[in-house]
């Protein structure tokens, strides 16, 4: 049973535009929201993480929006380019646990 | 700084062969973690080692899969005997407690086993 459900799957956006991915979690010791970027042939690696006791994280072009209420949270990419084509992760942790649940992936593709 | 490193990055072997992947975490951090990431599971958590003690097997998936951590450079994980629903992408993470959630992964290793 995945614990944090992301969508959509996949996306195509044009270069300049915005990326939004959704990702929405049950369990409310959740209190730690990382995203992960992966290129093809590589590793996740730490994109931007955000707690429950703000609402928004930016960091570039990169946003992350939460909604403690609604139990959700999104990565917005702003000006999308085509280095951004990747595989982006959402996952949750609770701050006294060690383990990520991850989302499934969502595979961005931004056309030039 | 150097980060993770696994190797190799890309193992081919025959059902039945043993096989073992190797992983050196980010000097300094004392967690580690291995993951296997496939298109049908997405990343799974294999197992976690603090300061070298394995914390958490419950991920492994059967007892042909076993993981070891020797010292605090370095880890393996073995696969014995290997077979072919075993091809998978296999990542070692590393991080450092009490941030154990924010972790490094390697570039994995892609294991094809025929």
């Known amino acids: 049973q995945q614990q944090v459900k992301q969508s959509p799957q996949s996306l195509i956006v044009q270069k300049g535009g915005i990326s939004i991915i959704n990702c929405a979690y049950e369990?409310?010791?959740?209190?730690?929201f990382p995203w992960y970027q992966q290129f093809p042939g590589k590793g996740p690696a730490l994109l931007i993480a955000i707690r429950p006791d703000v609402s928004e994280k930016k960091e570039g072009r990169f946003t992350i929006s939460f909604n403690k209420s609604a139990k959700q949270f999104s990565l917005h990419i702003m000006d999308s380019q085509p280095g951004d084509s990747a595989t982006y992760f959402c996952a949750a942790s609770g701050s006294n646990d060690y383990k990520l649940s991850f989302g499934a992936g969502t595979t961005v593709t931004v056309r030039a | 700084d150097a980060g993770v490193i696994q190797s190799p990055r890309h193992e081919v072997t025959e059902m039945g062969q043993e096989v073992t992947l190797r992983c050196k975490p980010i000097?300094?951090?004392?967690?580690l973690f291995w993951y296997r990431q496939t298109m049908m599971r997405g990343l799974e958590l294999l197992i976690y080692?603090?300061?070298?003690?394995?914390?958490?097997d419950s991920g492994m998936p059967e007892d042909r899969f076993s993981a070891k951590m020797p010292n605090a450079s370095f880890s393996t994980l073995k696969i014995q005997p290997s077979e072919p629903r075993d091809s998978a992408v296999y990542f070692c993470a590393s991080s450092l407690f009490p941030r154990r959630w924010q972790q490094y992964f390697g570039p994995g290793t892609r294991l094809t086993v025929t």
């Open positions: 000097s300094g951090h004392n967690s």
């Open positions: 080692f603090n300061n070298n003690v394995p914390i958490d």
């Open positions: 369990n409310t010791a959740f209190d730690y």
